[in-house]
């Protein structure tokens, strides 16, 4: 029967990260599987418990929203160890790319039942960040900065903070001329934002790069150029379908390794968390992660 060490972000989505373990956590040891449980003080000791756990043989739960899978699963790219989600964040974003099922029994029956599978990551190298490995994108513009404002925002939560986040970030949002290389060749945009998408999903539920595949070994990337702020509202909306692909203020392409530069001081984050400052660099590692799914 299988072993699992369940890492849990306490503060997950506003509230507890715990509460959503523990309907998973009966289930599973009423089936006999072995589950301990810890609590992380922050990401980085997140990563250590993770690679303990590891080390001892054990699947790993991550239990939060998409910063500590990102953070755990960056951790654990290119070891043996096996991951599973319990997501209990504002987005979970990549469980979402997963097809994850949200009801306690059909995830207890995921995590016990079904066989590892392999997911790519991705590398990101910046100044301030010499090697950070995380799951679902990358992302440089207005939506890094529509992130920072979520990741603060006190008084909402989930795709409410993503929301107003937004708009503060677009309304005094100026188009900003980004140099963006994919394999080589040399792209120049004006715009919006930047995306290199190993999921199709972002701020919780957004469907940035509708193609965007997990496993095969290629990043979507996603350029919006720059276009009247009223249209940059719509195109807002049609991410909730993907409708926003088929407009001509839209581009994208794929590539394993995409560096992305800009005129002025633009932001980049990273699945929720990384919050610095371009130039940086997004490598795809295929197949670099076992997970349950």
């Given at each position: 029967?299988?072993?699992?060490?369940?890492?849990v972000?306490?503060?997950?989505?506003?509230?507890?990260g715990?509460?959503?373990?523990?309907?998973?956590?009966?289930?599973?040891?009423?089936?006999?599987?072995?589950?301990?449980?810890?609590?992380?003080?922050?990401?980085?000791?997140?990563?250590?418990?993770?690679?303990?756990?590891?080390?001892?043989?054990?699947?790993?739960?991550?239990?939060?929203?998409?910063?500590?899978?990102?953070?755990?699963?960056?951790?654990?790219?290119?070891?043996d160890?096996?991951?599973?989600?319990?997501?209990?964040?504002?987005?979970?974003?990549?469980?979402?790319?997963?097809?994850?099922?949200?009801?306690?029994?059909?995830?207890?029956?995921?995590?016990?039942?079904?066989?590892?599978?392999?997911?790519?990551?991705?590398?990101?190298?910046?100044?301030?960040?010499?090697?950070?490995?995380?799951?679902?994108?990358?992302?440089?513009?207005?939506?890094?900065?529509?992130?920072?404002?979520?990741?603060?925002?006190?008084?909402?939560?989930?795709?409410?903070?993503?929301?107003?986040?937004?708009?503060?970030?677009?309304?005094?949002?100026?188009?900003?001329?980004?140099?963006?290389?994919?394999?080589?060749?040399e792209?120049?945009?004006?715009?919006?934002?930047?995306?290199?998408?190993?999921?199709?999903?972002?701020?919780s539920?957004?469907?940035?790069?509708?193609?965007?595949?997990?496993?095969?070994?290629?990043?979507?990337?996603?350029?919006?150029?720059?276009?009247?702020?009223?249209?940059?509202?719509?195109?807002?909306?049609?991410?909730?379908?993907?409708?926003?692909?088929?407009?001509?203020?839209?581009?994208?392409?794929?590539?394993?390794?995409?560096?992305?530069?800009?005129?002025?001081?633009?932001?980049?984050?990273?699945?929720?968390?990384?919050?610095?400052?371009?130039?940086?660099?997004?490598?795809?590692?295929?197949?670099?992660?076992?997970?349950?799914?």
């Open positions: 029967m299988r072993q699992f060490t369940a890492v972000n306490p503060t997950a989505g506003g509230s507890t715990a509460a959503a373990l523990l309907p998973v956590a009966r289930l599973l040891r009423e089936a006999g599987a072995g589950l301990e449980t810890e609590y992380s003080r922050s990401l980085a000791h997140a990563q250590e418990l993770a690679l303990h756990a590891g080390e001892q043989g054990r699947i790993v739960l991550a239990v939060g929203g998409d910063g500590i899978a990102g953070g755990i699963g960056g951790a654990l790219s290119g070891t160890t096996v991951l599973g989600l319990v997501p209990a964040g504002r987005g979970n974003d990549f469980a979402r790319a997963l097809r994850l099922p949200t009801a306690a029994p059909d995830l207890a029956r995921v995590l016990l039942c079904h066989e590892p599978r392999r997911v790519d990551t991705i590398e990101v190298e910046s100044a301030v960040h010499p090697r950070t490995v995380v799951l679902g994108s990358v992302y440089a513009g207005v939506d890094a900065l529509a992130n920072q404002h979520a990741n603060h925002a006190r008084l909402l939560r989930g795709a409410a903070s993503y929301y107003a986040g937004g708009l503060r970030a677009v309304t005094g949002w100026r188009p900003a001329s980004y140099r963006v290389t994919v394999d080589g060749d792209h120049l945009h004006r715009g919006y934002t930047v995306v290199a998408a190993n999921s199709a999903y972002y701020g539920g957004r469907i940035i790069a509708p193609d965007a595949r997990t496993d095969d070994g290629l990043l979507d990337v996603v350029m919006i150029r720059e276009a009247p702020r009223r249209l940059f509202f719509t195109l807002m909306n049609e991410l909730k379908t993907g409708a926003h692909t088929e407009r001509p203020e839209v581009v994208i392409l794929r590539g394993r390794e995409i560096r992305i530069e800009a005129d002025r001081p633009v932001p980049y984050g990273a699945d929720g968390e990384v919050e610095a400052t371009l130039p940086v660099t997004a490598r795809v590692r295929p197949g670099d992660l076992a997970m349950l799914f």
